[in-house]
C-alpha cells in the first residue's frame, strides 16, 4: 500500500494575494502560489497487520501527544462516532469567539477544518505547515474539542483553536466575522449517514456551500474527501454546481493530476487524516475534489 503521508510540497504565498478583486489578469497570474503540488511518497507500509491506532501514532510522532495522555483524565475519550445535527441540542448557533484573544493575529488567512475529529490533522498543519496561517476546527462532539483545546495548549501552538459548532448552523456567523481572509476550507471524511432518510444529516448541503462560496476570498479553496463513493459523489455534485464561482485545480495548475472519473490521484495536504490512516490499511480508495474560487458572487 502506498502512504501519501507528507507527500506535500508546500508554496509560500503573501496574505493579500489571497483577496485580489481585480479579474484582470490570468487566475495563475494572480494566484502562483496558492495551489501546493504533491506527489505520491515512495514510502509504504510493511504489513497490512498494523493496528491503525498504531500507524496514526507514528504518522503523528511528531507532535509528542503521547505523553500528554496521561496527564489529563480527558487523554482517552469515549464519544459516540455518529451523532445527529438536526437535534434539539446542536441548533442554537455558537457565538463567534473574540479572534483577537485566541489569535496572536487574527488578521492571517484562515484554514477551517469542518468535522476535525480529535484535531491531529489540523495541529499537524499549524505546527509543520510555512503557510502564515491560523487553523479553525470546528467538530460537534464537545468532548473532542476539550482534548484538542488541550493538546493545543500543551504545544504552546498559538495559531490554532478548536470550537464546538454545528457547522450547518454556525459557519456563516463564525467565518464572516473572522478579521482575515477565508483561505482555505476542508471537510475530510464526514459523517457518511448511510440511509437514505438520513442523507438531510450529511454535513454538506446547499446553504453550507452557499456560505462557503460567499465568504472564501477570491484565490482561496476548498478540499473534499471520503472513502465512501456514494458520499464523495454528493459532496462532489454539490460543489460542482458552483461553476460560477469555483473551477476544479487540476483546470487551473495541470500538475494536479486526476484519475479518469476527475478525483485527484494523491493528497495535497503532506499529512493524512486519521481517517485515511484507517480506511487506506483496510484497502480503501480516497475519493478527493479541490475547488479554487476564480469569481465572486454577483
Given at each position: 500500500m502506498v502512504s501519501l503521508h507528507r507527500a506535500m510540497v508546500f508554496s509560500f504565498w503573501k496574505p493579500n494575494a489571497y483577496c485580489m478583486t481585480s479579474m484582470g489578469l490570468h487566475v495563475r497570474d494572480k494566484w502562483p502560489h496558492v495551489i501546493p503540488k504533491c506527489s505520491v511518497s515512495s514510502t509504504s507500509y510493511s504489513s497490512v497487520s498494523s493496528r491503525s491506532p498504531d500507524l496514526v501514532e507514528r504518522e503523528y510522532a511528531d507532535l509528542q501527544l503521547k505523553p500528554l495522555y496521561a496527564a489529563s483524565d480527558i487523554g482517552h475519550v469515549r464519544i459516540r462516532q455518529h451523532v445527529n445535527p438536526l437535534s434539539s441540542s446542536f441548533s442554537v448557533p455558537v457565538q463567534p469567539p473574540d479572534w483577537k484573544e485566541i489569535f496572536k493575529d487574527c488578521t492571517l488567512p484562515l484554514m477551517v477544518d469542518i468535522g476535525c475529529g480529535?484535531?491531529?490533522?489540523?495541529?499537524?498543519?499549524?505546527?509543520?505547515?510555512?503557510?502564515?496561517?491560523?487553523?479553525?476546527?470546528?467538530?460537534i462532539r464537545q468532548k473532542l474539542v476539550t482534548r484538542s483545546q488541550f493538546w493545543v495548549k500543551e504545544l504552546g501552538i498559538q495559531n490554532i483553536y478548536f470550537m464546538f459548532a454545528n457547522v450547518n448552523v454556525s459557519f456563516e456567523q463564525l467565518v464572516s466575522t473572522y478579521p482575515g481572509p477565508l483561505s482555505f476550507v476542508s471537510i475530510l471524511c464526514p459523517d457518511p449517514h448511510f440511509k437514505r432518510r438520513n442523507h438531510k444529516r450529511r454535513v454538506v448541503q446547499k446553504p453550507l456551500v452557499d456560505s462557503i462560496s460567499k465568504n472564501l476570498c477570491l484565490g482561496g479553496q476548498v478540499l473534499i474527501q471520503s472513502d465512501v463513493h456514494e458520499v464523495a459523489l454528493d459532496m462532489r455534485n454539490t460543489f460542482d454546481a458552483y461553476t460560477d464561482v469555483f473551477e476544479h485545480v487540476d483546470r487551473i495548475d495541470p500538475s494536479f493530476s486526476c484519475d479518469s472519473e476527475g478525483w485527484l490521484k494523491c493528497n495535497p495536504m503532506g499529512i493524512r487524516t486519521e481517517r485515511e490512516i484507517h480506511a487506506e490499511l483496510e484497502g480503501a480508495i480516497i475519493y478527493r475534489r479541490m475547488y479554487q474560487k476564480t469569481k465572486h458572487l454577483v
Open positions: 480529535s484535531g491531529r490533522f489540523l495541529i499537524w498543519l499549524a505546527k509543520n505547515s510555512p503557510l502564515h496561517r491560523n487553523y479553525l476546527g470546528l467538530e
